[in-house]
């Protein structure tokens, strides 16, 4: 995987213990639930998860809560790597 590629994550804190995921990828059905199924093999349940899809690209944000810093910035690197995310917004 691309440098790029493997931060094509934004992680935004929102507060101490709230982080917002935003990401640009392709228009293909299999996208969200890999971001979704990423978060649940860490035990980890989103607080909230937008997605919006128009004829180029599908915008997600993802908010997960209770996040330690250094498990916040793994996950952001492995959301990055799934197959058809490519940048930020």
């Known amino acids: 995987m691309s440098a790029?590629?493997?931060s094509a994550v934004l992680a935004l804190k929102r507060s101490n213990?709230?982080?917002?995921y935003c990401f640009e990828a392709?228009?293909?059905p299999g996208v969200l639930p890999r971001a979704l199924e990423l978060l649940a093999?860490?035990?980890?349940?989103?607080a909230r998860v937008f997605a919006q899809a128009d004829?180029?690209?599908?915008?997600v944000e993802i908010e997960v809560e209770g996040l330690a810093p250094e498990t916040a910035e793994h996950v952001g690197r492995c959301l990055g790597e799934i197959v058809?995310?490519?940048q930020t917004f």
């Open 55 to 59: 004829a180029d690209a599908l915008n």
């Open 26 to 28: 392709d228009v293909e």
């Open 84 to 86: 058809g995310v490519r």
């Open 17 to 20: 213990s709230t982080v917002r």
């Open 4 to 6: 790029s590629a493997s």
């Open 41 to 46: 093999k860490r035990g980890l349940v989103p």
